[in-house]
């Protein structure tokens, strides 16, 4: 028999499948992707560099779901709040992959350059190049925040007998609104931006 047409398995299988595994149990296996692919596990090797490399694929994967069309274009207190949100949706649809990318160094190249575009944005506005990578940093860590906190169920206290103990928590809870997360979001992000604009204070 001859090749076949078409590639039992490329990159792009081979992360599908990483990421169907990832959001199903936190985690993938090498073996399992080959397995489910129908192909040896040394095969996978011969499109990607190791388990990092699958890892890299996957940041490349969710972060093609972020857009970072208005870096550039906005003013830079209405673009990273545009980018913020997006990037939380992102990782919002896949919150079990965020362990995994914040245990691997940033290699992707298509990753790099989303980065690159935000340095772009905070040195254009006038922020110095000591602050830069600490306002980025603080942005994705409510970012991220917010995305496994969004996969959290709804009722993240359950008092029990403990009610008549707290019960500044229990009127807190009870006068909560609907959309927590989503309004919990937009207060920190509102709160990020008002610190950042103080860096820019002479």
Same mark, same amino acid.
Request: with cysteine; charged share 25%.
């Given at each position: 028999?001859?090749?076949?047409?078409?590639?039992?398995?490329?990159? !792009?299988?081979?992360?599908?499948?990483?990421?169907? !595994?990832?959001?199903?149990?936190?985690?993938?296996?090498?073996?399992?992707?080959?397995?489910?692919?129908?192909?040896?596990?040394?095969?996978?090797?011969?499109?990607?560099?190791?388990?990092?490399?699958?890892?890299?694929?996957?940041?490349?994967?969710? /972060?093609?779901?972020?857009?970072?069309?208005?870096?550039?274009?906005?003013?830079?207190?209405?673009?990273?709040?545009?980018?913020?949100?997006?990037?939380?949706?992102?990782?919002? =649809?896949?919150?079990?992959?965020?362990?995994?990318?914040?245990?691997?160094?940033?290699?992707?190249?298509?990753?790099? =350059? !989303?980065?690159?575009?935000?340095?772009?944005?905070?040195?254009?506005?006038?922020?110095?190049?000591?602050?830069?990578?600490?306002?980025?940093?603080?942005?994705?860590?409510?970012?991220?925040?917010?995305?496994?906190?969004?996969?959290?169920?709804?009722?993240?206290?359950?008092?029990? &007998?403990?009610?008549?103990?707290?019960?500044?928590?229990?009127?807190?809870?009870?006068?909560?609104? &609907?959309?927590?997360?989503?309004?919990?979001?937009?207060?920190?992000?509102?709160? /990020?931006?008002?610190?950042?604009?103080?860096?820019?204070?002479?």
């Amino acid at each position: 028999m001859g090749r076949p047409r078409t590639a039992l398995i490329d990159r !792009q299988r081979i992360t599908t499948e990483a990421l169907r !595994q990832v959001d199903g149990t936190g985690g993938f296996s090498v073996p399992e992707i080959a397995r489910r692919l129908g192909v040896r596990t040394g095969s996978i090797y011969h499109h990607v560099d190791g388990r990092e490399g699958i890892v890299e694929l996957l940041r490349e994967r969710v /972060c093609e779901a972020i857009d970072a069309s208005m870096l550039g274009t906005l003013p830079w207190d209405e673009a990273l709040p545009a980018w913020a949100r997006s990037y939380r949706a992102a990782f919002a =649809a896949h919150p079990r992959v965020i362990p995994l990318l914040l245990a691997s160094p940033v290699r992707a190249p298509r990753v790099l =350059a !989303q980065y690159e575009a935000v340095v772009g944005v905070l040195l254009g506005a006038g922020f110095r190049v000591g602050e830069v990578m600490r306002v980025i940093v603080a942005l994705e860590n409510v970012v991220l925040g917010a995305a496994l906190e969004g996969a959290g169920p709804e009722g993240m206290w359950e008092l029990g &007998e403990e009610g008549g103990r707290v019960p500044g928590l229990v009127r807190a809870l009870e006068a909560e609104p &609907e959309g927590r997360a989503e309004a919990a979001f937009e207060l920190a992000l509102g709160a /990020c931006v008002r610190g950042f604009r103080e860096l820019l204070l002479p």
